[in-house]
């Protein structure tokens, strides 16, 4: 992959000012992710921001669910979807938090992380933080360890990585 492929690859990213609601400006990546060989240049980027001895990911509804099963299938690893409510038949572990613009929760599926299991959070795009932050909170209490958090796009302002500090984070981009 060349920096050349990475750098078209990201420049497919479409801003979509007030969405979902007036004064939020939207990074949509469905450009992106339609793009083959964009879609490969970014999995493959995301993927080499994985630490050593992880060998599993958790991938973040939705859109990190897309890069996370990539990245897995591509590179080696194991997947687990961290889910909105009611979409898992057997949870382990629920997490409630703020979002810019209201409150959400994630589900842990049961018995797919163990103690001591290395895990990298995948997600799409790294805001204030809540969404991955209650996502490695979800890691932590099955015992497993947040080895890392890799996003396509960390929007800066919002102060995400601060909430994040601990567990090393990596974006492709830093709007």
């Known amino acids: 992959m060349s920096e050349t492929a990475l750098d078209r690859a990201l420049g497919l990213v479409r801003e979509v000012p007030d969405f979902p609601e007036p ?4 990074r949509d990546l469905s450009p992106l992710l339609a793009d083959r060989d964009g879609f490969r240049a970014v999995t493959d980027a995301l ?3 994985v630490p050593a001895g992880v060998s ?3 991938a973040v509804e939705a859109r990190g669910f897309l890069f996370g099963a990539a990245m897995a299938a591509a590179h080696g690893y194991g997947v687990v979807p961290v889910r909105k409510p ?7 572990h629920r997490a409630t938090y703020a979002l810019e613009y209201g409150t959400a929760t994630l589900e842990l599926p ?12 995948v997600d799409d795009v790294l805001a204030t933080g809540g969404t991955v932050e209650a996502a490695a909170g979800l890691v932590r209490r099955a ?4 080895a890392g958090v890799t996003v396509v796009i960390e929007i800066a302002a ?14 492709l981009i830093t709007a």
């Open 23 to 26: 004064g939020v400006l939207f």
């Open 47 to 49: 993927a080499a921001t």
């Open 56 to 58: 599993t990911l958790v």
């Open 86 to 92: 009611g979409k898992l038949p057997a949870v382990a």
């Open 110 to 121: 049961a018995d797919v992380l163990r103690p001591g299991d290395r895990v990298v959070v």
């Open 143 to 146: 015992g497993a360890e947040v």
């Open 158 to 171: 919002l102060g995400g990585r601060a909430r994040l500090a601990p567990h090393g984070v990596r974006s």
